[in-house]
């Protein structure tokens, strides 16, 4: 089921791929909005992973962690714990549904595209070209929101749920921290495409917990006030992750206002 839906969002992602000089216009605007909070760091972050043996590390989690990582989790939650399996592919699934409309809405080039000075670093250090003949298929303008990030963060979350030892669960959360900064590093996303990813992916799982219950079931026994119990501790996970993802695009909206408007790049 996952493997079907993931072919049907990226040939979802392909057929709605933005115009260029819009995508770029949309990205100058977000950097506009960057610079006026002061997060504007992306060149800094790929300056700083210049070396080669970082430029390669970044790389190659960028391409692992969709390709490699998703399915991976996703087969041995579903074999170690189910039930932490099912609320992440459901998660995952509500993600890409509520992220297409946005790709189609508002196309963004990612940094590496959008003539910043920023370098396409995984197609250097990479197996995987983002350039060429791998990109037929593939939206290069879907930048916004960066669901790299909301999914490293929700497998991060959901492995450290279902691990019983102490550092596995550290090992499982810093997963999202690492994704997010291999992302700006191989030019691929902004500071600002991490935000909205975090909270596109909240909102996914506020909406498959709610398709799914739709209120705490209720259960024979000893079992229904537990039932209850977990699904206001996983409700509550959700609003507190959905606050820390608004909280760090509070700079942003804040400075919307003085940003410039997106104006279409007409030299393609």
């Given amino acids: 089921m996952f493997a079907a839906a993931y072919v049907v969002y990226n040939a979802a992602r392909w057929i709605v791929a933005g115009d260029l000089s819009a995508a770029r216009a949309h990205a100058r605007w977000i ?13 800094s972050v790929q300056h700083a992973f ?34 932490v399996y099912l609320a ?28 910043l000075g920023i370098a396409d670093t995984v197609s250097a250090h990479a197996p995987v070209a983002l350039s060429g003949r791998s990109t037929v298929f593939y939206n ?4 916004v929101p960066s669901l790299h990030v909301g999914f490293a963060v929700a497998v991060g979350v959901a492995l450290a749920f279902a691990a019983r030892r102490a550092w596995a669960k550290a090992l499982a959360l810093s997963w999202g921290p690492v994704v997010a900064l291999a992302v700006v590093a191989t030019g691929n996303h902004y ?7 975090l909270v596109v992916t909240a909102l996914g799982f506020a909406t498959a917990r709610s398709r799914v219950t739709g209120s705490p079931p209720a259960a024979s026994g000893g079992h229904g006030h537990l039932h209850e119990v977990t699904y206001r501790h996983q409700a509550r996970r959700a609003r507190l992750v ?15 206002r003085a940003a410039p408007r997106p104006q279409r790049d007409t030299n393609r």
């Fill in 242 to 256: 959905a606050t820390a993802a608004l909280s760090f695009w509070h700079p942003l909206i804040v400075s919307a």
């Fill in 88 to 115: 992440l592919r459901n998660t995952l699934l509500a993600t890409w549904a509520l992220a297409v409309p946005i790709f189609a809405l508002f196309p963004v080039a990612p940094p590496r595209l959008a003539r």
């Fill in 140 to 143: 290069q303008l879907a930048a």
């Fill in 31 to 43: 950097v506009a909005l960057e610079r006026s909070a002061g997060v504007s760091i992306e060149r």
């Fill in 191 to 197: 500071v600002f495409d991490i935000g909205g990813g």
């Fill in 50 to 83: 210049d070396a080669g043996a970082a430029a390669w590390a970044a790389s190659n989690v960028y391409l692992a962690a969709q390709f490699v990582v998703v399915p991976a989790a996703l087969v041995w939650l579903y074999r170690r714990a189910p039930g």
